[in-house]
Every structure is written in C-alpha cells, then in structure tokens.
C-alpha cells in the first residue's frame, strides 16, 4: 500500500518518520477494517485552525472566555499573567514532561478560582461564552467528522480547554452525535440550587493528563464499551503531550493494536520539527485542513 497514491493535494507539507513503516500500519489496519478503527484527536489547533487566510492567529478555547466582552480587563490581565509565566514551561523543550505537569495543573487550577471570581452564576457563563464565531475548524474537519459518524466509527475528543465551548460549536455545526462523537475535556461543576460555579468537574484536563485511561476511569464503563473494544486508533495531535491520548484504552497495546499518530506542527518549525519527526508518523506543517486525514479515512472501505 502507498499512502500517497491518489492523494489530491500537495505532500510538501507532510514529512514521514518512516514511509515503509507507515504504509505496513495502514496496510494492517484497513484490511482488520473500520470495524475496528476509532478516531482520538485534540481540540485545539488539531480539529481548529491554528490562524486564518490572513495568518492572523485564532482563539482556543480558552480564549472565548479570556476575551469575553462581559468580563472586565483586570480578568484578562490576570489570565494573561498566568500565560506568561506557564506556558513557557509548557512548550519548552528542554523540560520532560513528567515535570511539566505539576506546573500544568497548578495554572489550570488558579484559571477555575479566577472563574469563579469574575462569573457569577451558569447564566452568567452561558452570556460569557455565547459568540464563538471566531473559533474555526480546520478546512474538510466537518466533513472529516461526518464520515466517521456515517461509518460508524467512534470519534474521541479530549481537550485540555473549555468543554462547554467546544460541546457549543459542534452543536452549533451538527456535529455532535451522542452515540459516536464523546468528549473529554474541563467542564464547570454548577450548584444545583443556587447555579454558582462551585468548581471544575475533577479530574483537571490538562496538556498532559488527556489519556484514554483518565477518560475511562471517569466515564461509566457502559459508555466507553465501543472504544474499549476497537484496537486499531488514528489518533491526531498538535503537542507533544496529544501522543499519549490513546494509553489506558483497552486494546490499545503493543500487542494487537495498531496506532496511527498525526500530528499538526503549527508554529516553532525550525525548534520542534525533528522532535515531531521522530514521535509522529506523520507530520503535517503550518497546514489548516483535514486534507490528509480525510485521504487516511477514504482508504478504509
């Protein structure tokens, strides 16, 4: 098998850790068919584009409450401060991730308390976060999203960002098919009497906590029936932390499953390409659509 035979768009873009070993994995996995496949991606900057026409950088989902018009400026001169001072621990190559995550979990966290400090109450929210008009998906991801649900395969959704947010636009877009379409992600823990923000539905998602066993150990396991049965995954990333989405599922081992790992490299192509190259099968550069994993999909029959 060849993966780029038929592929209709420019390969320029796409760099291989190993083309042979690629096209054995797709080999394998199409012939077990998509009877066994399931789809685990990220959110942000993996299912949205990362900038637009104009190479103007777009929100995540975060951003739509940062930027909330009914949030004052001392809001988001707080959370800029927070994204000063952790995000550069997140992103910096030289730290492992095993010490970026207690910094990771200690700037989610401090985001929920200024939450809770600035919006009153779940209507509150709701007005926060109303207009997501600016949060895109990438070219041929609605498409992308629909044949999996037309085909039957299981498409995971782990976000480290608001899940509210990202639950609203695939709403918004017809998207969200309950039976096939599930997400893992932060969502707000609202009093049932009073409708405060109490909190986060624990655990914290975070860059590097995102994994499928975090996601079955918090979901009822009649839910999680579908993708704990299917061992082949194609999983897609735009971070290093998006390559272990799929560890805790059940099939997903050395053994018997076959994994397809993705990954958007979006900025920083010089810093981080080779340690792309050597973790992701297939990496796709400064690109803004679903044009290659549309081209993996169309292969299953």
Not at 66 to 77: D, G, K
Not at 111 to 116: E, F, N
Not at 283 to 294: A, Y
């Amino acid at each position: 098998m060849d993966v780029l035979k038929d592929y209709e768009h420019k390969s320029n873009n796409l760099r291989f850790r190993n083309i042979d070993e690629l096209n054995g994995k797709l080999k394998k996995m199409t012939q077990d068919s998509r009877e066994s496949l399931q789809v685990i991606t990220d959110f942000d900057y993996t299912l949205s584009k990362y900038h637009d026409g104009d190479g103007v950088r777009l929100g995540s989902s975060w951003f739509f409450v940062e930027n909330s018009p009914l949030l004052p400026l001392s809001y988001r001169e707080k959370t800029k401060k927070l994204h000063d001072t952790y995000h550069p621990i997140e992103v910096d190559p030289k730290l492992s991730i095993e010490e970026k995550i207690p910094h990771m979990e200690e700037w989610y966290r401090k985001i929920i308390i200024l939450i809770t400090e600035y919006i009153t109450d779940e209507k509150h929210f709701k007005e926060a976060i109303k207009d997501i008009s600016k949060l895109q998906l990438r070219d041929g991801a609605p498409e992308f999203i629909r044949q999996l649900y037309s085909n039957h395969i299981p498409l995971l959704v782990f976000s480290a960002g608001f899940g509210e947010i990202i639950k609203n636009l695939l709403i918004q877009r017809d998207l969200l098919h309950s039976e096939y379409t599930k997400m893992h992600s932060n969502f707000l823990e609202f009093d049932q009497t009073s409708k405060k923000i109490i909190g986060v539905k624990e655990p914290v998602i975070h860059v590097f906590n995102k994994n499928g066993g975090a996601y079955i150990a918090s979901t009822p396991p009649k839910e999680t029936e579908e993708i704990r049965k299917r061992k082949n995954i194609l999983l897609l990333g735009d971070s290093m932390g998006d390559l272990s989405m799929s560890h805790g599922i059940d099939g997903a081992n050395e053994n018997e499953s076959t994994i397809i790992k993705i990954g958007f490299l979006n900025h920083n192509i010089d810093d981080f390409i080779d340690r792309y190259i050597k973790e992701y099968d297939v990496v796709i550069i400064d690109d803004q659509t679903m044009n290659f994993p549309l081209h993996i999909l169309r292969l299953f029959k």
